[in-house]
């Protein structure tokens, strides 16, 4: 069974940029029409699809974010990764990263964890 484990600084700075990883097993990144999703809650609201990286190394962002936002893999070590730029308060959410096909809800998900973005 693939499971998927979010890890990264729990607290950031405004203005830096926030780094999360996330760790594969169980299965490869790099299968056949998976795609990997980073996906967040900020506190008291709904799920934001934030961007996701396919099987082949593709790349698609949220429209509202995809000039903040770079996600990237190392297929060495079964690893997606997520770049968000200068973080304000409202960054502030629980980050999922989850797996899925290219439509339909993703099938498996991480734990998430916090970030909060306070000086």
């Known amino acids: 069974q693939v499971q998927l484990q979010e890890s990264g600084p729990g607290l950031v700075k405004p203005s830096q940029t926030l780094s999360l990883t996330c760790t594969v097993s169980?299965?490869?990144?790099?299968?056949?029409?998976?795609?990997w999703t980073w996906i967040r809650q900020p506190p008291g609201k709904g799920l934001e699809w934030m961007g996701v990286?396919?099987?082949?190394?593709?790349?698609y962002y949220s429209s509202s974010l995809k000039s903040r936002t770079s996600i990237s893999r190392d297929t060495s070590k079964n690893q997606i990764t997520l770049h968000l730029s200068s973080v304000t308060p409202e960054d502030t959410a629980v980050y999922y990263c989850?797996?899925?096909?290219?439509?339909?809800?993703?099938?498996?998900w991480g734990q998430g964890t916090q970030v909060t973005v306070s000086s």
């Open positions: 990286i396919g099987y082949s190394g593709s790349t």
């Open positions: 989850a797996r899925g096909r290219w439509i339909g809800v993703p099938e498996y």
């Open positions: 169980g299965g490869s990144i790099t299968t056949n029409y998976y795609y």
